[in-house]
């Protein structure tokens, strides 16, 4: 609810002026109870559902908002938009909402009113996002025509179970569910004609898979889906596999383009197209039409970026270099996600962080000075006394009480076991409430409290300030839900809602009876750096750690810096590759925060997390080091095929080999008869089954330089789908406008190359001409798979993980893109997946802001919820395997003379997730705050009265 | 429940997605059947089979393990 | 000096738990001459429950302060004995697994009476067909139960059999006045010394018909956890001391995996759930495993671990 106005400033000491729109609804005082919404007379399209349902002009946006707070919007409200805030007599009587306010949060005398605030800060980065592109224009697709055609965006809300139809899909038309459902793909991508979006806006082909997976979870019986297509783009880490398994899953993959889309019979559309197998022009009918729409730059991101004086490309995305990438032409201010450029989410994840490194180089000298901590007073040991559980039923206003007898489950609290102080409050959470608590745990000498209210999701953390205000262990508290999991979601059930509420509250002080006063942890941090693996990525890390202010050893395993950059010329956008690595080897050897070892290697390791202790070799001597996080940049390296006669015709180049040809025998060109691309060479096969992601655009950049040295060599590329995603869309375009030729082929129907002769022979079944076409070319170019280095030894001694094709796996695909599944642990570049420099640049930054959140603190607090051993632990290790984060190891100890075993837990690396605790048949090791007796005393008190 | 013949679900809630789905359904206002009584864990990994087995044996008529 | 009284009964046993008692030897003998009297242990001294001649009614043994129990109790005989035994004893010993868990005799609670008279009376191949007798033989309780499911039982002693170190160390307890004399609570892993490197490749479960990998000339500590060999050892769920009080386990020491004859690690635990639990969790589909129930409980099928089929075999 808040706009830019403008900026003034530079780098280090921005002012920026913020336009605060009015919430109506203070912030401290909403509860979230959803009553203004339910009393607001004003119904206007809910624009999160893309307007296909509605909301009121008191609203939460969706459910998952942070802060989960409401809002009255002005432009709809009743009251102010019949000009009742102007003081115009007679007008604007509503008010309703600030009536059945529980708390007094809706005030429409005050808070009404824009504010202008002016903020200071060193840097700015601009994430404005994308607006999905309006296929209103495109007449022929007939999207405001016919109900029945929607875009797929407004698909998605029609699936998700918060969206208009609860999860159960039915089409716009006529309320009925689908059983035939079209994806029509590149619309507002990949045109020039009819909108000005020539890039490939990158998501859709992923997103209309997805959908159309998922719909079958949606709908009841058979769906029988067809995706209409130009090239199917996968091209990011297990996105192969997806498209295979939707193939598998009976999705029909069309590739073609609808033309026109009629009025169905009975709703629905009915979609004509040309079957390219056939040769004929096909009319289809389907219930309904999704338009997988494109991304582009809003209005307004397109009006910030004029008022911030930041430039952007022709399709409206910020101007970027590929060895920066996330900055602007004003330094200090970065852009990330999609207003880069179209991206999907670890993408955007990834520059997101990329821009916070960049960002915060600037201010690192500032790091912390504006902080500030908290102190509560000496802990109070309470392990030796008897459990004195005090138990605070929340009312939440009407929200629990509407459904709930708060009376009836308070008095019914006063006879539960240990349970000495049971109080009844309108609002636990507020701050009056907490001054309470603490009073009472004093008063009474409470040594545990229950609360009764929402959720420990949101609540917890403010309960524990409490209970740590109060002088007592923060993990002596716990909490029964009966709001979110039980009175809003039985508000027809008052009695068995009660009901529920009093086993949720026998639950909860039945648990809390067992909780135990638990260590605050923390480890040491060693504030210095690992980087493991001198390529681009490699380097780009090491130096930003150590612009960042911290120490950092980077390993080469060979003698110099540089890996795969050696061999590439130059970035898809052109620029030259050569000198920036020049400069970049440069600044890496000679920062004095960097220690560069060539020839080396790691071969063994112990400690995790902020205290890692590792030997390597350089150059055959051993040498020890330390660090408190470590970045893997061990890179990959192009396949070299076994087929189209690879190695047996020095004809036949891989990429690299041909770029090399090139720049040292260009002038062969003007003789030459004819170049081919083979694309996939080793990648999307069933024994490397990803897609290379970045040879299709490395090809285009080839074909385009071929045909612009000769124009009249022919080029041919012969491929399965072409993968330009972004704005690489553009070298595509070029190479076919200057005369490449394309021919797709099939995995069943590859391309054959012989010899006759001295002729290279190359014969490819044309999809135009459905017949082989022969060519003799002089330049026989594979677009090689790039495959990851080997990380056998890695994974042994710090226990990450492999993906099936053998890259590093990321802690989690989409949201931790950069995180390895062990704490204190990062990866970037071609280790994870292939990616273009600039991609593998974005990702180095990332690391080195995801590191940065590690080595900023000298000690780092650990969660208390973590694995501890048992007396009952005898050491059979079945629980040392099953631990996904290594964090079990076994020993020997001497008990009464005789040697046994037992395992120990690392705290640094355990995550309190449990495995062993349910994999342990003896009870040998637990979670603290999650026993097996502590859930086995919630589960006997769930059933006390079956 | 101590009367009727309403089933008694046990439901294992991992913390970090079934037990966020439920808090939504609440904030969607989903209702649904007040027969399940759910016991939060930090991962449905660290429910251990006994906790199950015990359940079933106590009378529950299902457990629900969701994560 | 007095000396402490001493009842014996084996219920349905084998003897093996008596041949424990003596095994425990020269302890044994020296308690004997001051301290010990056994009143009553008809496997070795002959007793007649119904008087010399059989002129009593009611079945009697002799009043003792201590009474060891061993076997399960499977017909109205072994009830009846049991139930004198504790009314004439101020201390009840369960001796051995039969006694504490049901032992291997329990097994017949996976099947019904018919099923088992049939077998054992006509189909079994090493049998010449007969029909069941009627006379002379106790009735059949419904299921065969540990000591504990009849009567309260003061001290556990289990295994098949029993190291003679815990019956030895209960019996010098119990002079010195303590009562509360208990097995250690671990599992038969806190006594053996072998490798543990990883559990995972159980999915590669081998029989014992194959051998593990061992140098006999070397000690067991030396050789690799059978259990990560592939071989089903039942050691993580069973309760130590088949080995004493400081020894090896006995068929680890032999090279074979463990059988489960200490029972069930502690009161209540549920080693069927806890090995499939624990093993599934390395990988192993416990689909694989034919007679799960009867190879994971097959000396602990008493307190309704083993049950028969509901609705009948077959249905």
């Known amino acids: ?391 605070f039923v929340c009312s939440c206003g009407i929200n629990i009480a509407g459904t709930i007898d708060v009376k009836e489950l308070s008095e019914y609290a006063k006879g539960l076991p240990n349970v000495v102080y049971v109080e009844n409050n309108l609002f636990s959470c507020s701050q009056d409430t907490q001054v309470l608590i603490r009073d009472k745990i004093k008063e009474h000498n409470l040594n545990r409290v229950v609360v009764a209210a929402c959720t420990p999701r949101t609540h917890e953390p403010l309960f524990r300030e409490t209970m740590k205000d109060a002088g007592l262990n923060e993990y002596l508290f716990e909490m029964a839900n009966i709001r979110n999991q039980n009175s809003w979601v039985h508000s027809k059930e008052p009695e068995k809602a009660l009901e529920k509420s009093k086993d949720q509250l026998r639950m909860a002080v039945a648990k809390a009876s067992m909780l135990e006063p638990l260590e605050y942890l923390s480890v040491e941090v060693n504030q210095s750096a690992l980087v493991v693996g001198g390529g681009i990525s490699g380097m780009v890390t090491a130096l930003g750690l150590a612009n960042q202010g911290y120490e950092t050893i980077l390993l080469e395993k060979t003698d110099r810096l540089g890996g795969n950059a050696w061999n590439l010329t130059s970035t898809w956008r052109g620029e030259q590759i050569r000198p920036y690595l020049e400069d970049l080897i440069s600044k890496v050897e000679n920062h004095s925060a960097i220690k560069v070892y060539k020839n080396a290697d790691i071969k063994a390791n112990k400690g995790s997390v902020g205290d890692f202790v590792s030997e390597i070799d350089v150059a055959g001597e051993i040498k020890a080091i330390k660090y408190g996080i470590a970045v893997v940049c061990t890179g990959g390296h192009e396949y070299k095929p076994d087929e189209y006669l690879y190695g047996q015709d020095d004809r036949v180049f891989t990429h690299l080999e041909f770029d090399k040809e090139m720049s040292e025998h260009k002038p062969a060109l003007e003789k030459a008869k004819g170049a081919v691309f083979i694309q996939c060479a080793g990648s999307r096969e069933p024994e490397r089954p990803y897609c290379s992601r970045v040879c299709c655009t490395h090809t285009m950049h080839s074909a385009v330089e071929l045909k612009k040295a000769n124009p009249k060599l022919p080029v041919y590329v012969l491929y399965r789908d072409i993968r330009t995603y972004g704005a690489r869309e553009d070298l595509y375009r070029e190479a076919r406008e200057l005369g490449v030729i394309f021919i797709r082929f099939t995995p069943d129907n590859k391309p054959r190359v012989s010899k006759d002769g001295d002729d290279l022979v190359v014969v490819a079944k044309d999809h135009v001409l459905f017949r082989d076409v022969e060519i003799r070319p002089d330049y026989l170019v594979l677009a090689s798979a790039i495959v990851p280095a080997e990380h056998k030894n890695l994974v042994e001694l710090y226990k990450c993980g492999l993906n099936t094709d053998g890259f590093l796996q990321e802690a989690h695909a989409k949201l931790r893109p950069v995180d390895m599944s062990v704490d204190g642990m990062f990866l970037a570049g071609l280790c994870h997946f292939p990616k273009s420099i600039d991609e593998c640049i974005a990702q180095a930054n990332a690391a080195v802001s995801r590191a940065s959140t590690i080595l900023s603190r000298s000690v780092m607090p650990l969660d208390s919820i973590k694995s501890y051993v048992t007396e009952n632990c005898d050491g059979c290790a079945i629980c040392v395997d099953t631990c996904p984060y290594g964090a079990i190891s076994l020993t020997d100890y001497d008990r009464d003379g005789s040697m046994h075993k037992k395992i120990e837990t690392n705290k640094a690396l355990c995550k309190g997730c449990g495995i062993c605790e349910a994999t342990c048949p003896k009870h040998g090791v637990y979670i603290h705050g999650f026993t097996n007796e502590q859930l086995r005393v919630q589960l006997l008190a769930a059933l006390e009265n079956v | 429940m101590a009367d009727n013949n309403e089933p008694v679900i046990v439901g294992f809630l991992c913390n970090w997605c079934a037990y966020a789905g439920a808090d939504l359904a609440g904030v969607s206002r989903m209702q649904y059947p007040t027969n399940m009584r759910a016991i939060r864990v930090m991962c449905s990994g660290m429910v251990h089979p006994n906790l199950v087995v015990e359940a079933l044996e106590r009378g529950a008529d299902g457990v629900l393990v969701l994560g | 000096m007095t000396k402490v009284t001493v009842a014996e009964e084996w219920l349905n046993a084998c003897a093996g738990c008596e041949i424990a008692i003596l095994n425990v030897g020269d302890v044994l003998v020296d308690l004997l001459v001051n301290n010990l009297e056994f009143v009553h242990i008809p496997v070795i001294l002959d007793k007649k429950y119904f008087g010399q001649t059989g002129e009593e009614k009611e079945l009697s043994i002799p009043e003792a302060v201590v009474g060891i129990v061993s076997g399960g109790v499977r017909n109205e005989e072994h009830k009846e004995v049991l139930l004198e035994m504790r009314k004439k004893c101020q201390i009840l010993i369960a001796l051995g697994t039969c006694a504490t868990d049901g032992g291997i005799p329990a097994m017949i609670n996976m099947y019904t009476d018919e099923e088992l008279k049939k077998f054992y009376y006509k189909d079994s191949p090493t049998t010449d067909p007969a029909d069941y007798p009627t006379e002379h033989i106790p009735p059949l309780l419904d299921q065969c139960y540990a000591v504990d499911q009849l009567v309260n039982v003061d001290l556990y002693l289990p295994g098949c059999p029993p190291h003679p170190d815990w019956i030895a160390g209960a019996v010098l307890a119990l002079l010195e006045g303590k009562t509360d004399y208990k097995m250690p609570e671990k599992s038969v892993c806190d006594s053996c010394p072998t490798i543990r490197e990883s559990k995972k490749g159980l999915a590669d479960i081998k029989r014992m018909l194959a051998s593990p990998l061992y140098d006999p000339d070397k000690p067991l500590s030396e050789m690799r956890c059978l259990l990560e060999q592939g071989f089903l050892c039942l050691g993580p769920v069973t309760g130590v001391g088949c080995g004493g009080q400081n020894g090896a386990p006995r068929c680890i020491s032999a090279r074979v995996p463990c059988r489960g004859c200490y029972g069930p690690v502690r009161k209540g635990a549920k080693p069927l759930v806890d090995y499939m639990g624990a093993l599934a969790s390395v990988g192993f589909d416990p689909n694989k495993m034919p007679d799960r129930r009867g190879y994971l409980a097959r000396f602990a099928g008493a307190h309704g671990v083993l049950k028969r089929p509901v609705g009948g075999r077959n249905g």
């Open chain 1, 1 to 391: 609810m808040a706009e830019v106005e403008g900026i003034s400033g530079q780098e280090g000491n921005f002012q920026v002026k913020v336009r605060q729109k009015p919430r109506v609804v203070d912030m401290d005082k909403c509860i979230a109870c959803n009553l203004c919404a339910e009393k607001c007379p004003k119904k206007v399209p809910d624009e999160f559902n893309e307007g296909l349902d509605k909301r009121k002009s008191a609203y939460i946006k969706y459910g998952q908002t942070v802060p989960l707070k409401y809002a009255i919007e002005k432009e709809t409200c009743i009251y102010f938009v019949k000009g009742g805030n102007k003081g115009v007599k007679g007008k604007g009587k509503c008010r309703a909402c600030e009536k059945v306010c529980p708390t007094g949060a809706i005030d429409f005398d005050q808070n009404f009113q824009d504010e202008i605030k002016e903020i200071n800060v060193g840097s700015v980065i601009l994430t404005p996002g994308f607006k999905p592109f309006d296929p209103s224009a495109f007449d022929v697709y007939a999207y405001s025509k016919f109900n029945d055609v929607v875009t797929s965006m407004e698909y998605e809300r029609l699936l998700s179970s918060n969206g208009p139809c609860m999860g159960h899909l039915t089409r716009p038309s006529d309320g009925k569910e689908p059983k035939k459902i079209a994806w029509l793909q590149c619309v507002g991508s990949r045109n020039i004609n009819k909108c000005d979006n020539g890039y490939c806006s990158s998501v859709c082909c992923m997103y209309a898979i997805k959908q159309a997976l998922v719909t079958a979870e949606h709908t009841t019986g058979d769906v029988d889906q067809a995706v209409f297509y130009m090239d199917i783009r996968s091209h990011g880490k297990e996105f192969e596999k997806y498209y295979e398994q939707a193939q598998e899953k009976g999705i029909r993959f069309v590739q073609s383009r609808i033309h026109t889309a009629y009025p169905g019979a009975e709703g629905g559309v009915t979609v004509e197209y040309f079957n390219d197998q056939t040769g004929e022009r096909v009319k289809e009918d389907f219930d309904m039409l999704v338009l997988s729409v494109g991304l582009e730059t809003s209005k307004g991101s397109i009006d910030l970026a004029g008022k911030l004086g930041v430039e952007l490309d022709k399709y409206n995305f910020a101007q970027s270099s590929s060895f920066a990438p996330g900055t602007t032409n004003i330094p200090g201010i970065y852009a990330s996600g999609s207003f880069q450029n179209p991206m999907d989410i670890p993408q955007s994840v990834t520059e997101a962080s990329s821009a916070a490194a960049s960002a915060s180089v600037a201010l690192s000298s500032q790091r912390g000075s504006l902080t500030q901590e908290r102190t509560f007073p000496q802990e109070k040991d309470v392990s030796a006394e008897e459990p004195r559980v005090g138990v």
